[in-house]
Nanobody, 120 residues
């Protein structure tokens, strides 16, 4: 059974930092394309960052230079380090896994989400 469980969300003031982690069970995370997504109230879900099987990373423009996506292969987790947080980063953050083995753009497994709130 595949499970993705996010942790690490919380509340922080603008300029602060948070780290999110997604524990993966049922798959070896390093063998699959994975990503972090977010959805704010009233807005569509957007891809924040992705990492491919060979470590290729992509970021949405608004987080470039501030967020870093990575894997901990020993712990089988996907992580997101978020620095210089802004109020517009406030959203529910989800991790997701693409089971095709490459970054197809379709994600088949999702976590339950973790809330990030940034106050000004």
């Amino acid at each position: 059974q595949v499970q993705l469980v996010e942790s690490g969300g919380g509340s922080v003031q603008a300029g602060g930092s948070l780290s999110l982690s997604c524990a993966v069970s049922g798959y070896t995370a390093s063998r699959y394309c994975m990503g972090w997504f977010r959805q704010a109230p009233g807005k569509e879900r957007e891809a924040v960052a992705t990492i491919g099987t060979y470590g290729t990373r992509t970021y949405t423009d608004s987080v470039k230079g501030r967020f870093t996506i990575s894997r901990d292969n020993a712990a089988n987790t996907l992580d997101l380090r978020m620095n210089s947080l802004k109020p517009e980063d406030t959203a529910t953050y989800y991790c997701a896994l693409d089971r095709t083995g490459y970054c197809s753009g379709s994600y088949h497994y999702w976590g339950q989400g973790t809330q990030v709130t940034v106050s000004s």
